[in-house]
């Protein structure tokens, strides 16, 4: 079979041919790129206001508790009001907290506290917007064009995160952090105007018939029974609550690098940020080709990515830097695309929502926990010890779930027949 560009293209963009989903997708394309602002000013504001890589870390955590403490609930507001609505609601809500902190930043009035309370506000709306944004697109496009759309959102957080950093870097080398947040409040207009401009009519409802008959509490620990007793979600949340905890915190780690590690400034650290961006871009594409989930690729991807974050925090130059982060980032996008692929192939539909709900509490859930080990290790020891414990963990990690995958095959000889040998089984 003969693949034209155009074909390639259609298929890759498909979802796009929906009309609500279009105009979701172009204003989250803004929106995303405005959080992306507004996350690497508000890192590069608390150190210029403490000094500390420790207040960073406590930053982090602030701005993850919510999640920490509230995630799993967060999906039964989502479930019992329109999303339409919810997400005017969150939407409006980010962007007027982003502004009041611009201006008080451009005011030249910004306190400590006052950044700690818009991270933690900030973190308190995501618990309902994060779940919320995600059960919409289904409503958007329909069952028959979810996985295409899921992976375009992927990658609109992935261009994001190369533009945002970067463009941040620049404005708070050249303007200040004011603007960044200020951009951001605006950017959630985006959203907003795309809300209303969709047609109501086009919206694919979900039959709620037969839900919410156990409570919410019961049903979330129906979600986690069924992670335990599954080995191959099993091993995929142990490995994404150790990785998670010590591996991904570069909120500290980045602009640790850029001010200690290479003694430079605010465009260091967007370039930073944005060759991690490049290469989690890439990752996503060679993974989106590949299409394959397997726990072979798992242990792969978790490996290159703490090999090359333990190498990038010893080097002394910019460029090297940037280019050992690029693998960095490829290896962590593959390691987490492998990781949400295997939970959801391994989880029934009927419990697919609730198990995803945990694996996202994990995976953000950690940070909090995290963030602060690392910037205490930062203050410490410096940034190459928290690269390097980073690393450690992650290259640990990965050794461990080799063993234990290899053992748990020796053991069985074969799959079980319910679930299909996971090289055949498709990532999207």
């Given at each position: 079979?003969?693949y034209?560009?155009?074909a390639?293209?259609?298929?890759?963009?498909q979802?796009?041919?929906?009309?609500?989903?279009?105009l979701?997708?172009?204003?989250?394309?803004?929106?995303v790129?405005?959080?992306?602002?507004?996350?690497?000013?508000?890192?590069?504001?608390?150190?210029?206001?403490?000094?500390?890589?420790f207040?960073?870390?406590?930053?982090?955590?602030?701005?993850?508790?919510?999640?920490?403490?509230?995630?799993?609930f967060g999906?039964v507001?989502?479930d019992?009001?329109?999303?339409?609505?919810?997400?005017?609601?969150?939407?409006?809500?980010f962007?007027?907290?982003?502004?009041?902190?611009?201006i008080?930043?451009?005011?030249g009035?910004?306190?400590?506290?006052?950044?700690?309370?818009?991270?933690?506000?900030?973190g308190?709306?995501?618990?309902?917007?994060?779940?919320?944004r995600?059960?919409?697109?289904?409503e958007?496009?329909g069952?028959?064009?979810?996985?295409?759309?899921?992976a375009?959102?992927?990658?609109v957080f992935n261009?994001?995160?190369v533009?945002?950093?970067?463009?941040?870097?620049?404005?708070?080398?050249t303007?200040?952090?004011?603007l960044?947040f200020?951009?951001?409040a605006?950017?959630?207009?985006?959203v907003?105007a795309?809300l209303?401009l969709?047609?109501p009519?086009?919206?694919?409802?979900?039959?709620?018939?037969?839900?919410?008959v156990?409570?919410?509490?019961?049903?979330?620990?129906?979600?986690?029974?069924?992670?335990?007793?599954?080995?191959?979600?099993?091993?995929?949340?142990v490995?994404?609550?150790?990785?998670?905890?010590?591996s991904?915190?570069?909120?500290?780690?980045?602009?640790?690098l850029?001010?200690?590690?290479l003694?430079?400034g605010a465009?260091?650290?967007?370039?930073?940020?944005?060759?991690?961006?490049?290469?989690?871009?890439?990752?996503?594409?060679a993974v989106a080709?590949?299409?394959r989930?397997?726990?072979?690729?798992?242990l792969?991807?978790?490996?290159?990515?703490?090999?090359?974050?333990?190498?990038a925090?010893?080097?002394?130059?910019?460029?090297?830097?940037?280019?050992?982060?690029m693998?960095?980032?490829?290896?962590?996008?593959?390691?987490?695309?492998?990781?949400?692929s295997?939970?959801?192939?391994?989880?029934?539909a009927?419990?697919?929502?609730?198990?995803?709900s945990l694996y996202?509490w994990?995976?953000?859930?950690?940070?909090?926990?995290?963030?602060?080990?690392?910037?205490?290790?930062?203050?410490s020891?410096?940034?190459?010890?928290?690269?390097?414990f980073g690393?450690m963990?992650?290259?640990?990690?990965a050794?461990?779930?080799?063993?234990?995958?290899a053992?748990?095959?020796?053991?069985?000889?074969?799959?079980?027949?319910?679930?299909?040998p996971?090289?055949e089984?498709?990532?999207?």
């Amino acid at each position: 079979m003969r693949y034209t560009a155009r074909a390639v293209t259609g298929r890759t963009f498909q979802s796009l041919s929906t009309r609500n989903y279009r105009l979701f997708f172009s204003g989250q394309l803004v929106s995303v790129t405005g959080s992306w602002l507004q996350t690497t000013a508000q890192a590069w504001l608390i150190l210029e206001l403490t000094h500390s890589a420790f207040m960073l870390g406590l930053l982090v955590m602030v701005q993850f508790l919510p999640n920490m403490l509230l995630q799993p609930f967060g999906g039964v507001i989502t479930d019992r009001f329109p999303k339409r609505s919810l997400l005017y609601l969150t939407q409006g809500s980010f962007a007027v907290v982003a502004g009041v902190l611009g201006i008080t930043v451009a005011l030249g009035i910004v306190q400590v506290w006052e950044v700690f309370l818009v991270v933690s506000l900030f973190g308190l709306i995501n618990v309902v917007d994060g779940p919320t944004r995600q059960a919409f697109v289904p409503e958007m496009v329909g069952r028959d064009q979810l996985a295409n759309a899921v992976a375009l959102n992927s990658t609109v957080f992935n261009a994001a995160r190369v533009v945002g950093p970067a463009a941040a870097g620049i404005l708070i080398a050249t303007v200040g952090t004011a603007l960044c947040f200020d951009l951001n409040a605006i950017s959630y207009i985006a959203v907003l105007a795309a809300l209303y401009l969709m047609h109501p009519e086009e919206l694919h409802f979900l039959d709620r018939a037969g839900q919410q008959v156990a409570g919410a509490v019961a049903q979330i620990k129906e979600g986690a029974r069924h992670a335990a007793r599954t080995p191959e979600v099993a091993l995929v949340m142990v490995m994404m609550l150790v990785v998670g905890t010590f591996s991904y915190n570069f909120s500290v780690m980045i602009p640790a690098l850029a001010k200690e590690g290479l003694h430079s400034g605010a465009t260091t650290f967007g370039l930073l940020s944005a060759s991690l961006g490049v290469g989690a871009l890439g990752g996503a594409l060679a993974v989106a080709y590949w299409g394959r989930a397997t726990v072979t690729v798992l242990l792969a991807g978790c490996a290159v990515f703490g090999a090359f974050l333990l190498l990038a925090g010893q080097v002394a130059a910019l460029i090297p830097a940037m280019a050992l982060l690029m693998v960095t980032g490829a290896g962590m996008i593959v390691y987490s695309s492998m990781s949400n692929s295997i939970i959801q192939l391994f989880t029934p539909a009927a419990l697919r929502g609730r198990v995803m709900s945990l694996y996202l509490w994990v995976f953000m859930g950690t940070t909090p926990i995290g963030s602060p080990i690392a910037g205490l290790i930062e203050q410490s020891f410096g940034s190459r010890a928290t690269m390097t414990f980073g690393g450690m963990a992650a290259l640990a990690t990965a050794a461990g779930g080799l063993v234990w995958w290899a053992r748990r095959k020796r053991r069985s000889g074969s799959y079980p027949a319910s679930s299909p040998p996971l090289a055949e089984a498709p990532t999207a």
